[in-house]
């Protein structure tokens, strides 16, 4: 079983999650895409269930059929929600809406898996967390969010290590998706701010991701889990002008 070749990436229409779709199919996997959104085109490995991931019912019913029918050792739970806003201005809504996606669903996915993946003695967990989790204004819920899916990775590397079973997060910093493009256009004052703050001096592009991706997805990487792997041009590190 070790051999299938099926990875199930939530989230992989846009953005972030089709970088790492994209990827996948070129390394020779069989992308399974849940998402709420059809992509523009599918890839020539790739299917497609159309899903709203936070209906827990419909979600476990669309599991139960798609684990009958593939054997899939592999995961990426990508899809997330942000929800911007102050203290102040976070209502109950918007923050349970926001875990609800964030963790919620990444638990539900694993929960399902988990059978394939121990009977195996084999299997890759990756979550896709955010730098926002060190803490970002105007991100509560969000970094709240981010932050608790690093403290399931780590968990969870613990609980399945012994089989055969990796759990790891990538931190995401700045990345130049089609939803960050559209609220910082290329040359506006915000824009370029970011980018003087970011060490390596430019933003980082879908593609960065999904090669982090594939690297934890690949049979090769079975002696690192529990990490959080930053990719953020070096922003984690702090500031190289700070006293």
């Not at 099926?6 to 895409?33: C, D, F, H, K």
């Amino acid at each position: 079983m070790r051999n299938s070749k099926y990875v199930l990436i939530t989230g992989a229409s846009r953005g972030i999650g089709r970088a790492i779709a994209v990827r996948a199919t070129a390394e020779g996997y069989q992308v399974i895409n849940l998402d709420q959104q059809a992509p523009p085109s599918l890839l020539e490995k790739e299917i497609f269930f159309q899903i709203n991931l936070t209906n827990v019912p419909a979600l476990n019913e669309l599991l139960t059929e798609i684990t009958q029918s593939y054997s899939i050792l592999r995961l990426v739970n990508n899809a997330g929600v942000i929800r911007p806003a102050s203290v102040e201005n976070t209502n109950l809504d918007d923050f349970d809406a926001v875990l609800a996606i964030n963790l919620r669903v990444p638990m539900v996915v694993v929960q399902a898996l988990l059978p394939a993946m121990r009977a195996a003695q084999f299997g890759r967990i990756v979550n896709i967390s955010s730098r926002a989790a060190l803490g970002k204004e105007e991100r509560t819920a969000y970094s709240a969010s981010k932050a608790g899916l690093l403290g399931m990775t780590r968990t969870w590397a613990l609980e399945l290590a012994g089989a055969g079973i990796t759990v790891n997060a990538i931190g995401p910093g700045p990345i130049a998706t089609e939803l960050f493009t559209s609220g910082n256009p290329p040359g506006a004052p915000k824009t370029i701010k970011i980018i003087e703050n970011i060490p390596v001096k430019r933003m980082g592009q879908p593609e960065d991701i999904a090669h982090t991706a594939a690297y934890l997805l690949d049979d090769r990487t079975s002696f690192v889990t529990g990490q959080m792997l930053y990719v953020c041009g070096g922003m984690t590190v702090g500031l190289s002008n700070a006293s």
